[in-house]
């Protein structure tokens, strides 16, 4: 009922750009939060950057200054502009998207099918 639609991965070399985009559509009443976690083999999900509709962001601290995330709220899309890129960097990145499908329903989380990303000369 609800999909998350990932784009913008791929291959770069170390201080390159990428940018992610997110897309989310079916039954959405309240998009709450966006964002994007990242995951490498052996370790948890981990956090790197979330918006929510007004705007505010969260983003861990390795990231910060050189990875900006936005949002289409129109579009119901998320975005994540990622510069000065390193091998650390490298993962999976998921899109998540926090949302109610309908007044008065709780608020359930969705995740993205995950586009790699690696960082490599």
């Known amino acids: 009922q609800v999909q998350l639609v990932e784009s913008g991965g791929g291959l770069v070399q170390p201080g390159g750009s990428l940018r992610l985009s997110c897309a989310a559509s079916?039954?959405?009443?309240?998009?709450?939060?966006m964002g994007w976690y990242r995951q490498t083999p052996g370790k948890q999900r981990e956090l790197v950057a979330t918006?929510?509709?007004?705007?505010?962001?969260n983003s861990r601290d390795s990231v910060q200054g050189r990875f900006t995330i936005s949002r289409d709220n129109a579009a119901n899309t998320v975005y994540l502009q990622m510069d000065s890129l390193k091998p650390d960097d490298t993962a999976v990145y998921y899109c998540?998207?926090?949302?109610?499908?309908?007044?008065?329903?709780?608020?359930?989380?969705?995740w993205g099918q995950g586009t790699q990303v690696t960082v490599s000369s």
């Open positions: 998540l998207a926090d949302l109610r499908r309908a007044p008065l329903y709780g608020v359930e989380r969705y």
């Open positions: 918006i929510t509709k007004s705007g505010s962001t």
């Open positions: 079916g039954r959405i009443f309240d998009l709450v939060v």
